[in-house]
């Protein structure tokens, strides 16, 4: 269906940054929304951000006023900026992106990209 592609995770100090992209290809009509997930050992997976096709934007608690997610709708990119870096902000973070396929945009489907590692330690 559609292919994404994550970079951006690596090793960071506490109070450091990190900017995590997510970019997509293939038969694409249409772009609903794109969004970030995280999952931590031993935790569920947490929803971390959200971005719509009408720009809105939905944050978790956790991450408010620390994280900002913005898109480029002509590169199908969305990417994830992370300041003031916590341990507890660790895990494997997963970009997730709904969309609907050339020639017949009527149904909506999802993707996952592989995960990319973000570990916050000194």
């Known amino acids: 269906q559609v292919q994404l592609v994550e970079s951006g995770g690596g090793l960071v100090q506490p109070g450091g940054s990190l900017r995590l992209s997510c970019s997509a290809s293939g038969n694409i009509f249409r772009i609903n929304a794109m969004g970030w997930y995280r999952r931590a050992p031993g935790k569920e997976r947490e929803l971390v951000a959200v971005i719509t096709s009408g720009a809105d934007t939905n944050y978790a608690n956790s991450v408010k006023g620390r994280f900002t997610i913005s898109r480029d709708n002509a590169k199908n990119t969305v990417y994830l900026q992370m300041n003031s870096l916590k341990p507890e902000d660790s895990a494997v973070y997963y970009c997730?992106?709904?969309?609907?396929?050339?020639?017949?945009?009527?149904?909506?489907?999802?993707?996952w990209g592989q995960g990319t590692q973000v570990t916050v330690s000194s």
């Open positions: 997730n992106v709904y969309y609907t396929l050339k020639p017949e945009p009527r149904q909506v489907f999802g993707s």
